[in-house]
Nanobody
Framework: QVHLAESGGGLVQAGGSLRLSCVAS????????MGWFRQAPGKQRELVAG???????KYLDSVKGRFTISRDNYKNDVYLQMNNLKPEDTAVYYC????????????WGQGTQVTVSS
């Protein structure tokens, strides 16, 4: 059974940094795409950052220049370095991995809370 486990969330002041980690287990294949989504109260889940096998990365416009996604090329592990955090970054962050694409077709972690105080 595939399991994605996130860690690294927490409470931080505006301008601070956090590093999220996602470790996968139970897979006998390599995810073609991995990424991070977030969902704030009352809002839809949105893609924050994604990375595909070719190494191509994409980011939500509001996090460009502040967040960096990276991946262990030999494992189904993915990371999100978040710098200069803002109160509007407050949300539950979810790891996602898919054989081809991100989103509902893939697997989800349980989520980790990130709270940024002003």
């Amino acid at each position: 059974q595939v399991h994605l486990a996130e860690s690294g969330g927490g409470l931080v002041q505006a301008g601070g940094s956090l590093r999220l980690s996602c470790v996968a287990s139970g897979t006998n294949f390599r995810f073609g795409a991995m990424g991070w989504f977030r969902q704030a109260p009352g809002k839809q889940r949105e893609l924050v950052a994604g990375i595909v096998s070719a190494g191509n990365k994409k980011y939500l416009d509001s996090v460009k220049g502040r967040f960096t996604i990276s991946r262990d090329n030999y494992k189904n592990d993915v990371y999100l370095q978040m710098n200069n955090l803002k109160p509007e970054d407050t949300a539950v962050y979810y790891c996602n991995g898919g054989k081809r694409n991100l989103g509902s077709e893939g697997y989800w972690g349980q989520g980790t809370q990130v709270t940024v105080s002003s």
